[in-house]
Nanobody, 119 residues
Framework: QVQLVESGGGLVQAGGSLRLSCAAS????????MGWYRQAPAKPRELVAT???????NYTEAVKGRFTISRDNAKNTMYLQMNSLKPEDTAVYYC?????????????WGQGTQVTVSS
């Protein structure tokens, strides 16, 4: 079994910062791509950023220059540093990981952490 646990969400004023963490645990052989997604009320879940095991990153246009994704492969942990937050960043943020276990490759999701940005 693999578990992803997010932390670091909360309420912040516009212009503020938050740092999200996602820790993976369980019978993990390797983790390839990890990513952050978000879902605002009445909207579909959308990609925020991804990072490969080798550190290659990809961001959605709306967060470029404000958010930074990173990971610590030794700790099976991923981070999202969010600066200059805007009210439109308000959403539940989910982490995702493509994990290799004894059963092969599979995608796993965390339970989500709420980020609320007040204007």
């Amino acid at each position: 079994q693999v578990q992803l646990v997010e932390s670091g969400g909360g309420l912040v004023q516009a212009g503020g910062s938050l740092r999200l963490s996602c820790a993976a645990s369980g019978s993990i052989f390797s983790i390839y791509t990890m990513g952050w997604y978000r879902q605002a009320p009445a909207k579909p879940r959308e990609l925020v950023a991804t990072i490969t095991r080798g550190g290659r990153t990809n961001y959605t246009e709306a967060v470029k220059g404000r958010f930074t994704i990173s990971r610590d492969n030794a700790k099976n942990t991923m981070y999202l540093q969010m600066n200059s937050l805007k009210p439109e960043d308000t959403a539940v943020y989910y982490c995702n990981a493509r994990v290799f276990t004894s059963n092969g490759w599979d995608d796993y999701w965390g339970q989500g952490t709420q980020v609320t940005v007040s204007s």
